[in-house]
């Protein structure tokens, strides 16, 4: 499959109809995904980036379809990682003596994965490519996501080849971001941020606002995954904007994990609680064992405080939730306050040890939490109404 982007800017990636589960299981893809790959044809030929590594021959044997492959004349890696170059290693054997456009950190990361020696061309901000009547311009976008990641502008068309930056997990027939419900988009493109980019926003915002002040035009992204944005795209460079800047909604989310069902009923009576002391919030709760840990991530990214939740189990907490705490930590969230609760039967530690992980995390923990020795009595649910309250307030 191929489609044009402009009269000589093709797509030549793979839809990936069947992917649910990304980056080694950690990332949820219900939707699918693609890989994007670019043919740009000037007076020499330059192709920007390759699919994943089960795809490496489905993909170079559609290639040699779309053009002879000893007729392009420069590869550009913007990013070293497998679902981006999985396909070189098959693409090089081909044509082993072609040029490699990355920069320096990208010919670590080849030669780490693929240990070949192919010809490099390591390149920095600001360096260009002629093709002909027109050029290929570098920027570098270290720790977005990866120290070798970088963009590839493309002037007279005016295309932004931007990788990971933009994308979404997204299978889609149409590939345009006009063509597609944009409130699957959305949620996909949020989902993502939140995911992947939430632990470098602040190079994110500097990054964006770098490349806005070239002034340079702009008719396209095309991401590595996902659809490519052709109507206003910069408004997802907006949005990047927005969710770098320690994102938030009128949202509280409530996550616990429970063993015989009493962290659940302190859950659902917090959840009231908070809607008695501000029905304009919204809420939502999460069994996170039972939940898709990537959605709740997101949830977590769109709130302006969470609650935590776990029984105690051999003086510590549910696996699914010490797991979860653990990724959350990993993605520096800031600005969001948080409190904790749970049951217990004799020791009581959970509320407490999840405080102060929340704390580690980032997060302002506004109480010493709320324990329920065994299942919450009548007057245990009241505390929890009470609780719910009282953390609505603050």
């Avoid at 340079?216 to 992204?221: S, V, Y």
């Avoid at 009128?250 to 616990?256: A, F, K």
Wanted: with cysteine; aromatic share 10%; charged share 20%.
């Amino acid at each position: 499959m191929k489609f044009a982007i402009a009269p000589n800017v093709h797509w030549v990636g793979k839809i990936d109809w069947e992917l649910r589960k990304f980056h080694g299981e950690e990332y949820s893809t219900h939707r699918g995904s693609s890989y994007n790959s670019y043919l740009v044809q000037d007076e020499k030929i330059a192709l920007i980036d390759t699919v994943w590594m089960p795809f490496a021959k489905e993909f170079v044997a559609n290639l040699a379809k779309v053009i002879d492959l000893n007729k392009i004349d420069y590869i550009i890696a913007n990013h070293a990682e497998m679902d981006h170059s999985g396909a070189l290693p098959e693409l090089m054997s081909h044509i082993p003596d072609k040029p490699v456009y990355c920069t320096a950190n990208g010919v670590k990361s080849l030669t780490g994965h693929y240990h070949k020696n192919w010809n490099f061309q390591v390149v920095k901000t600001g360096d260009k490519l002629s093709l002909g009547k027109k050029e290929l311009i570098f920027v570098e976008a270290m720790m977005l996501h990866w120290p070798d990641s970088m963009m590839t502008y493309l002037t007279g068309d005016a295309i932004l080849f931007s990788n990971d930056a933009f994308g979404q997990h997204i299978a889609n027939e149409h590939m345009y971001n006009d063509l597609v419900v944009q409130s699957e988009l959305f949620e996909e493109a949020t989902k993502y941020y939140a995911n992947i980019l939430t632990p470098f926003s602040p190079l994110v915002t500097k990054k964006i606002n770098e490349v806005i002040a070239l002034n340079l035009p702009l008719n396209a992204i095309c991401p590595s995954h996902g659809v490519i944005w052709r109507d206003n795209p910069l408004q997802i460079a907006q949005k990047y904007l927005q969710w770098a800047a320690d994102y938030q909604e009128n949202q509280i989310t409530i996550i616990y994990d429970t063993m015989w069902n009493g962290t659940r009923i302190m859950a659902e009576n917090i959840a009231q609680g908070i809607k008695q002391a501000d029905d304009k919030v919204t809420v939502k709760l999460y069994n996170i064992a039972r939940s898709d840990v990537n959605d709740v991530v997101t949830e977590v990214f769109k709130s302006k405080a969470i609650m935590l939740g776990s029984p105690t189990i051999n003086k510590g907490i549910l696996n699914a939730m010490a797991a979860f705490i653990d990724m959350i930590t990993g993605l520096k969230f800031k600005n969001k306050k948080a409190a904790t609760f749970g049951c217990y039967g004799w020791s009581g530690e959970a509320v407490k040890i999840l405080g102060e992980q929340l704390t580690k995390a980032g997060f302002e923990v506004t109480s010493d939490g709320l324990k329920t020795m065994w299942q919450p009595s009548e007057e245990a649910i009241k505390q929890a109404v009470d609780f719910g309250k009282q953390f609505a307030r603050k």
